[in-house]
């Protein structure tokens, strides 16, 4: 499985042939390291509805003639600007060529702003379990940190997990430590710092905490990947 970090919470995931995007907001994020007429993939995932996440989804489906996965909520909202999408909900399994996705749930909120400024319910926030090429890969989505990441460690093999540090909107890079351990992934991406001055945050300073702990941590730079 190949991790292409494109900046914020977005990450490009290749393996077994296939081609994902978890969380595309590359239109008016500072540190996009891809445009979005540039992906090619198979499927658009979504942890929630929140812009700095979802701002993409639909546009990026389009033009790649695939789905967004995304909650059933949030699925109807996508919808509705013309993407084909595939509704699920918290602790559901889409399994179905190469692309295995299993939602797990997120403490954070989720809403959907439309272009004329309303905003809409979105459904539940949730985590990403993505399996590939017998890979599979945590996106915890924003959160903040839940004890329940143990139960999810413990239930699935989880070989990579990308987690925010980037605190006030989610867990910071101490909680983060915690949900490393927790989640026992072999190799933890922080993301969702460093976008905004609110969220600034030391990436390598947390790969440094990791590495006393054991855990091997990659604080990637927007365009950087990793393969496991
Ligand atoms: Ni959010
Ligand atoms: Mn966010």
């Not at 990659?218 to 990947?225: F, R, T």
Request: with cysteine.
């Amino acid at each position: 499985m190949k991790i292409t970090f494109l900046g914020h919470a977005c990450l490009l995931v290749e393996g077994g042939g296939k081609r994902v995007v978890i969380d595309p907001f590359l239109t008016g994020n500072p540190v996009a390291a891809a445009k979005p007429e540039d992906l090619r993939v198979d499927a658009v995932l979504l942890t929630h509805g929140h812009a700095d996440h979802s701002s993409d989804a639909a546009g990026v489906a389009q033009a790649n003639g695939c789905p967004v996965i995304a909650v059933v909520e949030l699925a109807g909202h996508i919808a509705r600007k013309g993407a084909q999408t595939i509704g699920m909900n918290t602790g559901g399994t889409y399994d179905q060529d190469g692309i295995r996705v299993k939602l797990t749930q997120a403490f954070h909120s989720s809403s959907f702003e439309d272009e004329d400024g309303q905003v809409h319910y979105a459904g539940q926030p949730v985590g990403i379990l993505l399996t590939m090429g017998g890979k599979t890969l945590y996106h915890t989505g924003d959160t903040a940190l839940f004890s329940d990441m143990k139960m999810i460690g413990e239930r699935h093999m989880i070989d990579c997990t990308a987690m925010p540090i980037g605190d006030f909107f989610t867990m910071g890079p101490e909680d983060a430590l915690d949900a490393a351990e927790w989640i026992g992934a072999k190799h933890v991406i922080p993301m969702h710092y460093n976008t905004f001055p609110p969220i600034r945050q030391d990436g390598e300073r947390f790969v440094a905490k990791l590495k006393e702990r054991g855990i091997i941590g990659h604080a990637l730079q927007p365009g950087e990947s990793i393969e496991i």
